[in-house]
């Protein structure tokens, strides 16, 4: 299984260094890691060589190679169990890389995991706290006191599976089409 004595804090996707932010995401990982010794990132999704060997690097470089692993491609199965396993989300993007809609962030909502995503396109888009959004721009101690504050306060984590469930109510398929209906006036 996945987890252990601390909180697991998971990012899916194809790794990327640029699009994605990773580097920021493990200084910040880094430094939640000095407050909460037992947590560990899990690094899930399609990874180049060179991209997997950059992430171990910097890990070496931050001193936390034995909290993170990079689990490659999952099978359903395996994608679902570490998400339900999983105590946060950090989902970040660039707006190099388009904006596009993240299936992992409303994944997410789905498991009722917590997520931070770069304020930037769709992530932007999505209500506080349904996902908590930092800025394109964002710092490693920014992201480390978000990170830490989603993991360590139930309450905040209350406010946003709630929302969560309130988003996903009101933008169901049943609930778009009454909107249509209502437009259309039928």
């Known amino acids: 299984g996945w987890g252990g004595e601390g909180p697991l804090v998971v990012s899916y996707g194809a790794l ?4 994605k932010r990773t580097e920021l995401m493990l200084e ?11 947590a560990q990132l899990l690094l899930v999704g399609g990874a180049a060589a060179r991209e997997r060997a950059a992430v171990k690097a910097i890990a070496g470089r931050l001193g936390i190679t034995d909290a993170v692993a990079l689990h490659g491609r999952a099978d359903e199965h395996d994608y679902w169990g570490i998400l339900k396993a999983a105590d946060l989300a950090v ?5 190099a890389g388009g904006g596009e ?3 992992a962030v409303c ?7 917590p997520a931070i995503g770069a304020d930037v396109g769709w992530f932007g888009e999505r209500p506080e706290p349904v996902v908590t959004a930092v800025p394109e721009d964002c710092e490693a101690e920014r992201l480390a006191a978000e ?4 993991i360590g306060d139930e309450a905040r984590r209350a406010e946003a599976r709630a929302a969560q469930d309130e988003y996903a109510r009101e933008n169901s398929f049943a609930r778009v089409a009454e909107r249509y209906a209502e437009l259309l006036s039928l």
């Open 28 to 38: 910040a990982f880094a430094a939640l890691r000095r407050r909460r010794s037992g």
């Open 147 to 150: 990170m830490e504050g989603l």
């Open 107 to 113: 994944d997410c909502g789905a498991a009722r995991v």
């Open 91 to 95: 989902q970040l993007r660039t707006g």
């Open 16 to 19: 990327s260094l640029a699009t």
């Open 101 to 103: 809609a993240s299936g």
